[in-house]
């Protein structure tokens, strides 16, 4: 019995077929978020790498903490020297939005932005401060 052993080409068909953006998961690696509750607060992590601060903009809508991001690396470069085979360059935007309700407001919450991980600070609403806002309706 005869066993052959054939080396791994460089290059294979399939793998390269299935590695088609067509056949990977549709789930992105930017924008993951982890919430945590403390005692006071709500904090989010977002994961936006490859971003600068200057790319992500934060907006309240309508009871939601909307966040963009949006950025272009492409670049101008050429080369005397020959042509490219492959360029690879990111750009693209992408959004993610979190229900906190109408009593949140943009001055109320705390951000910042440190290697690629957005931190946001949202405050707790207690009980008593609900009630205080309530405003009610003179009956005549």
């Known amino acids: 019995m005869y066993m052959m052993l054939v080396p791994r080409r460089k290059y294979?068909?399939?793998?390269?077929?299935?590695?088609?953006p067509f056949f990977e998961?549709?789930?992105?690696s930017v924008m993951k978020t982890d919430i945590k509750e403390k005692d006071n607060s709500y904090e989010l992590e977002v994961d936006i790498p490859g971003y600068k601060k200057e790319d992500i903009k934060?907006?309240?809508e309508?009871?939601?903490?909307?966040?963009?991001?949006k950025t272009n690396n492409e670049k101008d470069e050429k080369d005397k020297n020959g042509k490219y085979i492959?360029?690879?360059?990111?750009?693209?935007?992408?959004?993610?939005s979190f229900y906190l309700g109408n009593d949140i407001?943009?001055?109320?919450?705390k951000a910042n932005f440190k290697n690629g991980t957005l931190n946001i600070e949202v405050p707790k609403?207690?009980?008593?401060?609900?009630e205080q806002e309530k405003k009610y309706i003179d009956i005549l």
């Open 125 to 130: 609403k207690t009980q008593k401060e609900k």
């Open 58 to 60: 934060m907006h309240m």
């Open 105 to 109: 407001k943009e001055e109320d919450i």
């Open 12 to 20: 294979d068909f399939f793998d390269d077929f299935f590695k088609d």
């Open 86 to 96: 492959r360029k690879e360059r990111f750009f693209g935007e992408c959004s993610r």
């Open 25 to 28: 998961s549709s789930e992105s």
């Open 62 to 69: 309508d009871g939601y903490l909307i966040i963009n991001a």
